[in-house]
């Protein structure tokens, strides 16, 4: 397949080439490089929707309902589903496709599942690669689910347009959840599983809470709590409602833009920064100098700090003149 | 360059309802350090064809207890190679009676493994069988 022009290929909307890319994207193989570069100037058309929430608490089968409602919409979607890898054995189970099966003979349907692999760069880079590959093969929505647990994972929910946070009843104390950092990413909360006891007080709950936080913070936007049954597919047309009406807000106050650009800002610092930790690093490793530091540093010869400095102005000489 | 993962498609074609062989064979390659793809029951060989292909895996494991694999498992190797993915090991297991296997090996199954079969043979085969891309 040498022959085979992935740039071109991809912006055809070919699976084989969108899916073989972020393969690389996911190995860091440099082929993802140049093929990144040139799908770039067609991205930035795909509209972003994360979900997010714990294990377990049906981020999948909403993504299969709001897919299958967007489809309805003759629009196209791709699906990014990450989930954990072992921190032990390096595997992972990606069960994420079991409950969007529906859509697997639907050429408007791109779904791939990625395992977090302990990424040293940051999960959200990769992420990031495989939105930007879906866009540029002309999806008009992309969806990414994660399990909403660490830092990884809010980062990765900074790539998103509208984020939505699913919580669920019976779950412990939600109230807990929502101080650590969810009330700062949810643009849209969904309680789902509504079928089950304890719903109602759920609902109220984190109602309340938004309504505290609108009162204190004068957001302009005021997250929306939507109730869904998504094994019953029911309420998932008021998500997708919502979804709408928070992107015409974007739209329209220009936070879309300035999300963007914020969203490239943080990124290109973070390929920076990726990159020449990348180059050192592999400098670094290359003669067992980074050995041979750590037992200096051991020895009490060097320390951590004049090491960086020391590295620093091995390989970036123009930082000397600061 | 980050290191590789195998990625595999476990998957259940045919018609019956019973997948713990298959979830059990999906933790067992997990464990063995492989990114697992679980398709779920009731699998048609377009659909795990058209996984193999987004999630550009490298193995397809076919699980029957059915006694559908004679129609499934081929179909499953064509369909690949008219997606230019014959690159893809292609494995089974479960209950396949041994005069059928010969057949099945020319159809481009690269193994079968039948019940019982000791799990490190079948890590060890997909281990040293997938081809790099
Ligand atoms: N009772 C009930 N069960 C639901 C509902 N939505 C999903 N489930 C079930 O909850 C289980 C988990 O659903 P998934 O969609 O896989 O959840 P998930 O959040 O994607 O799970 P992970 O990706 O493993 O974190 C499945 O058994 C679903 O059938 C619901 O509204 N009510
Ligand atoms: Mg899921």
Redesign the interface.
């Known amino acids: 397949?040498d022959d085979f022009d992935y740039v071109a290929e991809i912006l055809k909307g070919s699976?084989?080439a969108?899916?073989?890319v972020?393969?690389w994207l996911?190995?860091?193989?440099?082929r993802a490089r140049s093929c990144m570069e040139k799908i770039y100037p067609h991205t930035g058309n795909a509209y972003v929707l994360g979900i997010t929430g714990s294990p377990g608490t049906g981020k999948s089968t909403l993504t299969d309902g709001v897919t299958w409602q967007l489809r309805n919409k003759e629009l196209t979607v791709g699906i990014v589903a990450v989930d954990p890898?072992?921190p032990f054995?390096?595997?992972?189970?990606?069960?994420d496709?079991?409950r969007m099966?529906r859509h697997?003979?639907d050429p408007g349907v791109?779904?791939?599942?990625m395992?977090t692999?302990g990424?040293l760069g940051g999960l959200a880079q990769f992420t990031r690669g495989a939105v930007k590959v879906l866009d540029a093969g002309g999806k008009d929505f992309v969806i990414i689910e994660t399990v909403g647990v660490g830092q990884d994972e809010v980062d990765v929910m900074r790539v998103a347009d509208t984020t939505c946070v699913v919580l669920v009843p019976g779950l412990g104390d939600v109230i807990q959840s929502m101080k650590a950092g969810i009330m700062e990413i949810a643009d849209i909360y969904v309680i789902n599983k509504y079928d089950r006891p304890g719903a109602d007080q759920l609902f109220a709950e984190v109602q309340f809470r938004v309504d505290q936080d609108a009162s204190i913070k004068d957001r302009a936007w005021v997250p929306p709590v939507i109730a869904t049954v998504a094994v019953e597919g029911k309420g998932e047309d008021d998500l997708l409602e919502a979804i709408t009406a928070h992107r015409t807000y974007l739209e329209q106050s220009g936070r879309l833009l300035e999300k963007r650009r914020n969203r490239i800002n943080e990124e290109t610092l973070q390929m920076i920064h990726h990159e020449l930790f990348r180059i050192i690093r592999e400098r670094l490793t290359k003669d067992s100098r980074i050995e041979q530091m750590v037992e200096e540093i051991m020895n009490h010869k060097l320390n951590p700090y004049n090491v960086v400095e020391k590295v620093v102005n091995e390989w970036l000489p123009a930082s000397r003149l600061k | 360059?980050?290191?590789?993962?195998i990625?595999i498609i476990v998957a259940k074609p045919g018609l019956d309802g019973h997948d713990r062989g298959a979830k059990l064979l999906?933790?067992i390659?997990?464990?063995?350090?492989?990114?697992?793809?679980?398709?779920?029951l009731r699998?048609?060989p377009?659909?795990i064809v058209?996984?193999a292909?987004?999630?550009?895996a490298d193995v397809v494991g076919l699980s029957s207890l059915s006694g559908v694999h004679n129609y499934f498992f081929p179909k499953v190797v064509e369909l690949l190679k008219a997606?230019?993915?014959s690159n893809v090991l292609v494995v089974g297991g479960g209950i396949i009676p041994l005069e059928d296997i010969p057949t099945l090996k020319k159809a481009g199954i690269a193994e079968i493994f039948g019940p019982g079969t000791p799990t490190d043979t079948i890590v060890g085969f997909i281990k040293a069988n997938v081809k790099s891309?």
Do not use: C, H, W
């Open positions: 397949m699976p084989l969108m899916a073989r972020m393969t996911e190995n860091e193989d440099e890898s072992s054995t390096g595997g992972a189970l990606l069960g496709r079991i099966t697997s003979a791109f779904m791939r599942s395992a692999r990424y | 360059m980050a290191e590789k993962k990625k999906s933790r390659f997990a464990e063995a350090g492989m990114e697992v793809v679980y398709t779920g699998q048609t377009e659909m058209e996984a292909l987004q999630e550009d997606k230019k993915l891309k």
